[in-house]
């Protein structure tokens, strides 16, 4: 069975720092990109970032650019979210999701990050 587990959500103040993670077990992601989404309450879930298969490039939404840093380690099967630089405007259930022909294909169960003013 395939699984995606997200953690290191919290409750942090502006300014701080975040490093989420998102273990993967059931099959090997090496192979595929991983995403981070997140969705604030009352909004749509939005992209945040992206990763190749081989963890030479990425991309940000616009909001994100410059503060937050995903990478991955494939021997781990484990994708990494670095969040610098903390807004209230980041408050989100964070979700992790594996590359599929059909698009994000797999999902996490999604972690909670919390940014007091």
């Known amino acids: 069975q395939v699984q995606l587990v997200e953690s290191g959500g919290g409750l942090v103040q502006a300014g701080g720092s975040l490093r989420l993670s998102c273990a993967a077990s059931g099959r090997t992601f090496s192979n595929v990109a991983m995403a981070w989404f997140r969705q604030a309450p009352g909004k749509e879930r939005e992209f945040a970032a992206d990763?190749?298969?081989?963890?030479?490039?990425?991309r940000y939404a616009d909001p994100v650019q410059g503060r937050f840093t995903i990478s991955r380690d494939n021997a781990k099967n484990t994708v990494y979210l670095q969040m610098n630089s903390l807004k209230p405007e980041d408050t989100a259930v964070y979700y992790c999701a594996a590359d599929t022909p059909t698009g994000w294909g797999y999902w996490g169960q999604g972690t909670q990050v919390t940014v007091s003013s």
């Open positions: 990763i190749n298969w081989s963890g030479r490039r990425a």
